[in-house]
Nanobody, 112 residues
Framework: EVQLVESGGGLVQPGGSLRLSCAAS????????MNWVRQAPGKGLERVSV????????SYADSVKGRFTISRDNAKNTAYLQMDNLKPEDTAVYYC?????RGQGTQVTVSS
């Protein structure tokens, strides 16, 4: 059974940073593309970033390009999302996602 557990969210001031983690189990992690998606209040899911199995290819939404960095540690079955220079519009529940499965999410709130 695929399981994804996100952590690392919280309340941060504009311009601040957070690092999200996604602990994965139940599948062969090192060959799986991993996604980070988010859902802001009243809005649909937005794909934020994706990384391929060996970490050699990444992609970002235009809204986060240059501020967020996706990475992974295949030895730890964990994916990460480093978020810098956070803006109020980044406020959302962040999920990691493999295929159609996503975790329970972690809340990120950017506010002064």
């Amino acid at each position: 059974e695929v399981q994804l557990v996100e952590s690392g969210g919280g309340l941060v001031q504009p311009g601040g940073s957070l690092r999200l983690s996604c602990a994965a189990s139940g599948f062969f992690f090192r060959i799986a593309d991993m996604n980070w998606v988010r859902q802001a209040p009243g809005k649909g899911l937005e794909r934020v970033s994706v990384i391929n199995g060996d970490g050699s290819r990444t992609s970002y939404a235009d809204s986060v390009k240059g501020r967020f960095t996706i990475s992974r540690d295949n030895a730890k079955n964990t994916a990460y999302l480093q978020m810098d220079n956070l803006k109020p519009e980044d406020t959302a529940v962040y999920y990691c996602k493999k295929g159609t499965v996503r975790g329970q999410g972690t809340q990120v709130t950017v506010s002064s």
